[in-house]
């Protein structure tokens, strides 16, 4: 399949799914569908793909662009229409994250797998709320319990949600 050809079906996918997919989802989903052609569809030739794709939406013409953001490509609203996109779910978009949730997270990504007892002992205050609120966010996830601790604790990690919020595929990306 040429290129040109295979760029709707890659833009398509990607628009219509509900998670992130990566360039290996993609080569599956693409060769699922056209199982009756004899070439397969290469890795390599959905990356060249995606690619034309990315610098396509990075036009100013779009108002949204592709980006690789929890672990695989979606299509994300350029900040600059954020404002105009929270007119359509009372200004949800635009809530943030009160400043003891924003450092809760922040040792939870940095620190993960950490208890609460290890984020309570860097902040020097009780997390109880602020970690309640960021697993109802989803911003976090209980990611099993510490063994080698006394009680066996739980610990917890960041989840997929917290990679597509700060548009980041991994904890590696973090500065």
Do not use: C
């Not at 697993?135 to 006394?150: A, D, W």
Request: proline letters at 4%.
């Amino acid at each position: 399949m040429e290129i040109t050809n295979l760029i709707p079906h890659i833009e398509a996918l990607i628009f219509a799914s509900d998670k992130p997919l990566t360039s290996l989802d993609i080569t599956e989903l693409v060769n699922n569908a056209f199982a009756f052609m004899e070439d397969k569809i290469s890795l390599d030739q959905v990356e060249a793909a995606i690619e034309g794709i990315t610098e396509k939406y990075h036009s100013e013409f779009y108002p949204f662009e592709m980006r690789q953001s929890g672990g695989g490509w979606q299509f994300l609203t350029k900040k600059d229409y954020h404002k105009t996109i929270a007119q359509l779910n009372g200004d949800k978009f635009l809530k943030r994250l009160s400043s003891a949730s924003l450092e809760t997270l922040a040792i939870v990504a940095y620190k993960q797998p950490v208890t609460k007892g290890e984020i309570e002992s860097i902040r020097g205050v009780s997390s109880d709320y602020a970690v309640q609120k960021l697993l109802e966010k989803e911003l976090i996830i209980i990611s099993g319990r510490n063994e080698k601790m006394p009680g066996h604790p739980l610990v917890y990690s960041t989840s997929r949600n917290f990679m597509d919020y700060f548009g980041i595929n991994s904890a590696d990306d973090l500065p």
